[in-house]
């Protein structure tokens, strides 16, 4: 499976930053639950691994939240990996709005 990776800086410390991104993965789990099914979503302190389906295609991944950045990588089928830049610019502009 392909992957994808990115990491998005920020000045929040890592706890604040942590509770930012679990606030936005309930209204991202708002937003789009009629396209995302599946989701799952398991914290271990400032790491988050997380799976769902969308539009049939499960994409698998992780999050480190460290101190000053976020780190998202994970895995697209072969299916996604047309869309793998879009997807990649989507979770960095979200972030982005998230960690500002």
Known sequence: MPGFSIEVPHELGQQQASGRLRGFLDKVRERYQSQVSD????????????????????????????????????????AAIAFKGKIEQSIREELEKVLA
């Open 39 to 78: 989701l799952e979503e398991t914290w271990t302190e400032n790491n988050l691994n997380f799976g769902f389906k969308t539009y049939g295609i499960s994409v698998q991944g992780n999050v480190d939240v460290q101190p000053e950045a976020v780190k998202v990588a994970g895995k697209l089928p072969l």
